[in-house]
């Protein structure tokens, strides 16, 4: 089977950039025969043996996990008809096998929990990623997915906090392929989020590298090395952000495509904020609200970097940092395969921003579409597409505007955090202090920060209490929970609540599927007390102009797409979820899935 090479390099290396062909599986088979045929004919009867069945398949020289961060799966078949030929997704649904029916099976439906069940096949139960952030009781601060004070950032402003994958609990694909290698393999991830590119990558990755707002740069931690690759150096001193400044994002198409698959442009509903410098029509005008760029400080422009996540020119920025990170890494090169990891951010912060059904969704989708073409195309024409496994998911959905659900009769409103907060108070105070006593030994029951305050008592909706004045005054954890939690539901608004006691002694039903994806996000030692979940359509704060983070469709149902060698092209039916995505690569690969990988093989696309 050492002949393979000798056939399918020419065949990849010959296609065109801008037109990929279809891979025809049968016309290659055909060539191979003829060619191992010839090659063999003067060979003995013995060399002659066809490969026994238990002889491993050749590894893909390359695995590349393509994120779109909060894409929800209609956004394929809403905008199908406009994605192009040369775009990704054209591509990844005719040519790989895709599951209509992928959900992921967790909440919080967050950014850094969806990273890290990707390739570590991992739920948050499993990979202790419960949020973007948590309260950490040890220290009394909050920390974030990657935070880490014990290595410091490179490329960075001064002071600037630095990022590692150290909270990770589970393995990811790129660990168990450097295990099996010898280290051979290498694995890198890329993204404008700190942690969108390092929990993909793993806790024994080579690098992951993300944009500081701050700086403008690319950047990475000492967790991976002492200095930042030369080629990072030279990409970040050509100042990759600073082009970007005054650039006008207009609509791709004509305006009659987005009204019909869309809202009006700038309707009421997004008048929650804006970005500055800038309105919420198009054309958006990115400026951070700075009049010129100061070429001697960069950090003077940290809104310009902060309003250019907002945009999809942080989409091509990333794109043309993944483009020099496979050519100076030289990924795929050769057998030993490595692992890319490219997750796009602007999506989610433009999804934040307009909203699902905005003009500016539709247009950095079909944005991303071209772009991810671009990276396959790239890929193609080093690596080629035939010796690539690719990946395409996301890390969550999106709700509709609260505002925009509620005029149609969805049921979409806003729950005010206080109005919640005082119904749960009143309730342990009247229990726990019935004389009304002054102080309320009540007072100090919330979780207390290291600075004294319950800010970070209520986090990913999870109430934390404090442990300390609990024991003090014999409270039991049982009683207060179920406590709030009734409290809680009398607040319009909040459907259902679990305990940590009940989620600790597995008193929940798996076949509730709310229920189930509560037990799936629930990590003792970093998850809340009290877990909330809110009626459909409704959200809990007045902040943010549309979100994600519930177990349900909108948010849960993102595209999981597999496409190369070992998979079957095809459009599937069956349930699946991200999870699956790192058991099936192993599978392929034929390497040991992910220390905590519950998901299962995605068997239905595998060639036999
Ligand atoms: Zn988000």
Redesign the pocket.
Known sequence: MHQLPLVVFPLSGNMPRMNPKPFRPRVLVVCLVLVTALLTSSFTPAQRRPATANQRAKRPKLVLLVVV??FRYDYLERFSDLFTENGGFKRLLRDGASWTQSNYDHMPT??APGHATMLTGAYPAESGIVG?EWPDRATGRRVTSVSDTTVNLLGGAANEGASSPKRLMSSTVGDELRLATNEHSKVIGISIKDRSAILPAGRHANAAYWFSTNSGSMVSSTYYFNELPAWVTTFNNSRPADKFFNSKWERLLPESEYSKRANADSPTWENIGNQAGDTNAFPHVLTGGLAKLDTTTATANRAFYNALDYTPFSNDMLVAFAQQAITNEQLGADDDTDVLSVSFSAN??V??RYGPYSQEMMDITLRVDRQIGMLLDFVNAKVGLTNTLVAFTA??G?APIPEHAGALGLGGSRIKVADLFGAMNSAISARYNPQNKTPDPTADYLYKNASGTTSDAFMNNNLYFNYAALKRDGVSLDEITQIAGEAALTVPGIARYFTRPQLERGQTSITDPIERRAVHGFYPPRSGDLVLITEPYKYLGDTITA???TPYSYDTNVPTILMGAGVTPGRYYEAATPADIAPTICAILGVTKPSSATGRVLIEALKK
């Open positions: 961060d909060q967050y950014t973007n989610d912060y999804g934040h890390d969550h999106v979100t994600h983070g």
